[in-house]
Each structure stands twice: as C-alpha cells, then as structure tokens.
C-alpha cells in the first residue's frame, strides 16, 4: 500500500462531509440507538455544517490517500483548549478517521504523524483529543502514541449524552 498525505481544500468540502458521515455512522451505529444516531447525522453533524467546516478560520483538514482512493482523513482545530489544561500552546485532533477497508493498514498512523509535524511547525507544546469512552480501539492507538487521559467531558449524540475523554500529549 502507498500512502500519501494532501491537505484538503475547499473543493474537497463535499467529499469530507460524505467520508465523515460515513466513518461517523460505521463507526458508531452499532453502539447506538437508531433514533440517536439519525437525529445526530440529520441535526447536529448535517453535511452542509460539516462542508463550511472545509477552509474555515483554524481548521486544516489532512486526506489520506491510497493510490486514488480516499483512506482517511484528519481535522485538526487551533482554536481554544479546555481550561483543564491549562495556558500552553495546543492543537485538537477534532477527528481521525480511517475509511473502513483501512483500519489497521497504517493510515491512521500516518495521520497522527502529519499531526504531529504539523503541532511542531506551528510550535505547539501539546495535542490534543476527545474520544469516547467506549471507543476501545481508538483509545488504545491513542495510548500507543503517547496520549493520556486528562479530563473528561459530555457529548450529545442525538439524546444520548455520552461521556468522551480528554486526552493529550507533548509534542
């Protein structure tokens, strides 16, 4: 497999809002009920929010791609951190995702990399990320790359609210 990394532009709004609709729901339909979850993709995390997303102030998306099929993609925010971190330099990985066929592959790897390398050339001391509580498997890639848990914080997902974790690591 040969990866290799783009930033998105604005023209990739549509294809972003499509892939993270789908992640979301592939990711997380079979944890949820079905009204939560479509109240979610249809109210809170509707393709026209996700496309302004695309080239707003403080956001840089990454595209992983295998050849020419997207494997992946990355939404990094510079924008406020939580008060329990205290006055330091941070970015958020807002989202990583890996399409389907390639979790597990290296893609998600490659996306924490670019983050990395980015936080440096912005001389950011920190990343930073929420994840739910429940997600094992992403938690565990977290850990694998130096993340710890810090805080936690509510997230509502339709008329669930459910409990993420805050965590972080020096860059």
Partial sequence: MALAIREATIEDAWLI???SHQTFYETFASHNSKADMDKFLNQQFTRG???MEVGAKGNTFLLAYDGNEVAGYVKIRDEKIPMSM???SALEIARLYAMPKHVGKGVGSLLMQSCI?????KNKEWLWLGVWEKNQRAIDFYIKWG??????TD?????????????????
């Fill in 147 to 152: 993340f710890a848990k810090f805080d936690e």
């Fill in 17 to 19: 809002a499509n892939i």
């Fill in 86 to 88: 205290g006055n330091v």
């Fill in 49 to 51: 929010r996700l496309m």
């Fill in 117 to 121: 390398d980015i936080a440096k050339q």
């Fill in 155 to 171: 997230f509502l997902l339709g008329d669930d609210i459910q409990r993420d974790w805050l965590m972080k690591r020096r860059v």
